[in-house]
């Protein structure tokens, strides 16, 4: 039903004629200077248990525990990362597509701390120009240096702000669902990872052979801020360190990374080129400024530590001329974002603006008139209308 094709559909809509313009995403368009970005500031948090249930409180936060000696070197590792995958594996079911739901929830319990203030009211019912999940905003940052996966991002303006969510693309169907045992077991391998260094209280120890459960999730919510653009993200957080210098978040917030060890130059080079892109932009964008990267042997065993900083690790590529460059995965932001605000501008919850990108190609839209598939569910629209 894309309402760029027949407009007369639907007469009570103002949808230009034309279709929306195009967004080129190819880094030699988005070179620049860093562009203005606000480190984000915690505005809340919320938890969810084994189950996937909701929680308004950080009961599944944890607290970084590294294995004494790990900063001389010394640690002996060894920590098997298979161990418990046919037994102690409980998998999140990835066909339930929860969208914005649990992100929302916060809001529709917390709305009071998003109005606007008395000055400067836009008559917003949330004061922000965006509200998304960091591993959308992540995707959009790394959009001009990806070269295998699409995206399909689904966007509403609903009272003044712009939501933005996910759709699972046909091919990210596909290779899911054909996910090979091998896969299954990396994707595990990252989840016990996180049981080896994570305690559930400041001062307790790890318990690695705990069942992961991948339903669970202690997520912050912050305020940010890119450019002319405001905006309410919320990510998951692996942990805590309770010896933090810095101890209020985002800052003593730390992200757990696994990588292959690396045995030649080659996968060096790889690994600064495709996964610090990964890891540098999942990060940045909340404000965490420590990732402990695990790095395992053919074997599936950690073999060594290692922590990068987040603000260090774009010097680590800058010698690479074939690599990333921090400026452009946020001027493309940036960019689209303006793009988002040019074009979607029917306030309306049962309208859907359906942007897609595969690598190569510019960033298209749709327009869905009455879409079965919101992006901002009728419960929240109730919620927040009273
Ligand atoms: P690694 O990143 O160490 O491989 P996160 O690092 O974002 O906290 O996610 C924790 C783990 O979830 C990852 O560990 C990985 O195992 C799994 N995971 C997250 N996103 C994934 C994706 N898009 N595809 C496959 N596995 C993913
Ligand atoms: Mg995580
Ligand atoms: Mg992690």
Not at 14 to 32: A, D, N
Not at 297 to 326: C, H, M, Y
Not at 349 to 366: A, I, K, L, N, Y
């Amino acid at each position: 039903r894309g309402l760029g094709q027949d407009p007369s559909d639907s007469p009570r809509l103002k949808i230009p004629h034309v279709s929306p313009p195009s967004l080129k995403t190819h880094p030699s368009c988005h070179q620049g200077s860093f562009p203005f970005y606000r480190l984000p500031s915690e505005l809340g948090f919320f938890s969810l248990d084994e189950k996937r249930c909701y929680h308004g409180d950080g009961r599944r936060l944890r607290y970084l525990s590294l294995p004494v000696g790990m900063d001389s070197g010394g640690a002996s590792l060894g920590w098997d990362l298979m161990d418990g995958f046919e037994d102690r594996y409980v998998r999140r079911n990835e066909d339930e597509k929860e969208g914005l739901l649990h992100l929302l929830t916060w809001v529709k319990e917390n709305r009071g701390l998003l109005r606007a203030n008395g000055r400067s009211d836009s008559g917003r019912l949330v004061d922000r120009d965006f509200v998304s999940w960091r591993g959308h905003l992540t995707k959009i940052l790394c959009t001009p240096y990806e070269t295998q996966e699409g995206w399909i991002l689904a966007v509403t303006l609903f009272k003044g702000t712009l939501y933005i969510s996910e759709r699972e693309t046909a091919a990210s169907y596909k290779r899911r669902k054909e996910r090979t045992r091998e896969q299954e077991k990396l994707m595990y391998s990252g989840y016990k990872f996180e049981s080896h260094l994570c305690a559930d209280s400041p001062d307790g120890s790890p318990c690695p052979s705990e069942v992961v459960n991948t339903n669970e999730a202690f997520c912050s919510v912050l305020l940010g801020r890119l450019a002319s653009h405001s905006f309410l993200v919320s990510g998951e957080v692996d942990c805590k360190d309770p010896s933090s210098s810095n101890p209020s978040p985002p800052s003593c917030y730390v992200e757990l990374k696994t990588s292959a060890q690396m045995r030649s130059p080659h996968q060096e080079r790889s690994f600064h080129r495709y996964k610090l892109l990964k890891w540098w932009c999942q990060s940045f964008l909340l404000g965490i400024p420590l990732i402990v990267a695990g790095f395992r042997n053919p074997q599936g065993r950690i073999v060594s530590l290692e922590k990068f900083r987040t603000s260090a690790i774009p010097q680590l590529v800058r010698g690479d001329r074939q690599s990333w460059d921090p400026a452009v995965c946020m001027n493309f932001c940036n960019a689209f974002l303006s793009h988002i605000k040019k074009v979607v501008t029917t306030d309306d919850p049962r309208v859907v603006f359906v942007f897609s990108w595969e690598p190569g190609q510019d960033v298209t839209c749709t327009v869905e008139a009455d879409s079965d598939h919101l992006v901002v569910p009728e419960w929240y629209v109730q919620a927040l209308s009273q």
